[in-house]
């Protein structure tokens, strides 16, 4: 019997020091992880500036405009509009204008979706907490060639959803409907994309951009953005 308690015990105390073992694993990797548990956004870019058509690769804190930069943020990146400092400069800010005047054509039938779509870029492109969720994965002479960006479900489902109706073209295919991964897949590495970007579905951190309904737009049809 005397035996019988000694052996209880000692299985009790081996539990418990396993217990302990597996609540210091845990809290260790709470401290090094490198996703910002606490739910705070840090700024930094990982992007900035141009270098021959492509954005340079470069480690830096975000910069304020010097032109008419910010006029371009508070008219197509509003969820931006309340920062000081940014990722890009002010020649990079026009071209992004420039180059999502495309974009706003095939998606002119949805403002939700124009919005949406052009939230994910001024994110990518502009937004101080950039190096939260971009990681350049090649580079050429200073020259970002390749990217991750991370996109959490949510931001992703709503961007999908608000857009996949739109236009097939936009997902690279005339004859299929167009799935989540069409969509990030074409938009992210196709002939006329320099900057090759893996779109990270389910990604953390992830830009917290508010993106808009379908019923925030009353012209929009029921139809075409669900």
Not at 134 to 141: C, G, I, L
Not at 176 to 196: A, V
Not at 197 to 205: A, C, E, R, W
């Amino acid at each position: 019997f005397t035996t019988l308690l000694y052996t209880i015990k000692f299985e009790l105390q081996m539990t418990l020091k396993q217990l302990w073992l597996c609540f210091l694993l845990a809290l260790i990797h709470d401290i090094t992880t490198t996703e910002d548990i606490s739910g705070e956004e840090t700024q930094g870019c990982v992007l900035y500036g141009d270098c021959g058509g492509l954005p340079c690769a470069k480690e830096t804190e975000p910069i304020p405009f010097s032109g008419g930069g910010k006029d371009v943020i508070d008219e197509i990146c509003p969820h931006l509009k309340s920062e000081e400092r940014f990722c890009c400069n002010d020649a990079q800010a026009e071209i992004m204008k420039k180059k999502l005047k495309d974009a706003d054509k095939r998606l002119q039938s949805c403002k939700t979706a124009r919005d949406n779509f052009r939230a994910m870029v001024c994110d990518m492109t502009c937004s101080p907490y950039q190096g939260m969720y971009v990681k350049v994965t090649k580079e050429e002479e200073g020259k970002a060639k390749k990217i991750n960006y991370n996109l959490s479900s949510e931001y992703a489902d709503k961007v999908w959803r608000s857009i996949h109706n739109t236009d097939h073209l936009i997902c690279g295919n005339l004859f299929k409907k167009c799935s989540k991964n069409d969509l990030f897949g074409f938009i992210g590495d196709n002939h006329w994309t320099k900057l090759k970007t893996n779109y990270v579905l389910g990604g953390h951190p992830s830009p917290k951009a508010q993106n808009v309904e379908c019923n925030l737009f009353e012209s929009d049809s029921c139809q075409e953005c669900p």
